[in-house]
């Protein structure tokens, strides 16, 4: 059964208690932090209606009338429902079910995936980051493999919290790194950053494109280009 929020002022928030085990434990909680493994069953809709109930109050700062304008009178709900369960989940919830195989057949091939379609926000401004994701995989006997579609679940519960590109992508290495074994493993991803479109220098134009290298593709220069020959780097 759900934990129900107190009424009494002097009890902490969810938020609070959620906080008190994450530094009970020293465990980071950054914005690009998974902190799923500190939050108890029922807490996590607990954590929508704090959300919700602060949201209302920056609506009331902005001079907004949510009570009387019909388009803005369940935004605050809707955004809280939209961080803990949408554009943040790879915060709040475990990573999805992956089940590895053995490598049977001993496969030493590349293996590309992508593009991937990736949706994140910017840390810095919580605005939109949209583009894409290529992978590269170089396997050995010892590697374990993984189905298409995890590939594409697991990018997407590492993307979907705010960060930054260059972070994000370093993430989703480790994560396949530690889940795979492979001897090599790339990650390249261009993205849109709407903190550069939306704000600021309003640049419609400007995409971000980093890569990260593990392994074999660090070390042999043909492989690396062998992957990168793969996808085509610009998009019309």
Not at 72 to 80: K, P
Not at 99 to 104: A, D, I, L, M
Not at 137 to 164: C, F
Request: with cysteine; charged share 25%; proline share 5%.
């Amino acid at each position: 059964m759900a934990n129900k929020s107190s009424s009494n002022p002097d009890d902490p928030s969810v938020s609070q208690k959620i906080r008190a085990r994450l530094e009970a434990n020293r465990k980071r909680f950054n914005a690009n932090d998974n902190i799923s493994a500190f939050i108890e069953p029922g807490e996590l809709d607990q954590l929508r209606d704090e959300i919700a109930d602060k949201m209302k109050a920056l609506l009331d700062s902005l001079v907004i009338d949510t009570e009387n304008d019909h388009n803005t009178q369940d935004t605050a709900r809707r955004v809280a429902k939209m961080y803990l369960h949408e554009v943040f989940r790879g915060r709040y919830h475990a990573a999805p079910a992956v089940t590895e195989f053995p490598n049977v057949s001993h496969l030493n091939e590349l293996i590309l995936v992508g593009p991937m379609t990736v949706r994140s926000a910017c840390s810095h401004h919580f605005c939109p980051i949209m583009g894409k994701v290529w992978i590269g995989v170089m396997p050995n006997e010892h590697s374990n493999l993984i189905g298409l579609s995890k590939y594409a679940r697991l990018t997407d519960w590492v993307m979907s919290r705010p960060q930054i590109q260059e972070e994000a992508i370093t993430q989703l290495a480790d994560l396949l790194m530690d889940k795979m074994r492979p001897d090599g493993l790339a990650v390249v991803m261009e993205a849109d950053h709407f903190c550069m479109h939306w704000r600021g220098v309003k640049d419609m134009d400007s995409k971000m494109t980093n890569s990260v290298m593990r392994g074999s593709f660090l070390k042999n220069s043909a492989l690396r280009l062998e992957f990168l020959s793969l996808f085509p780097k610009k998009h019309s």
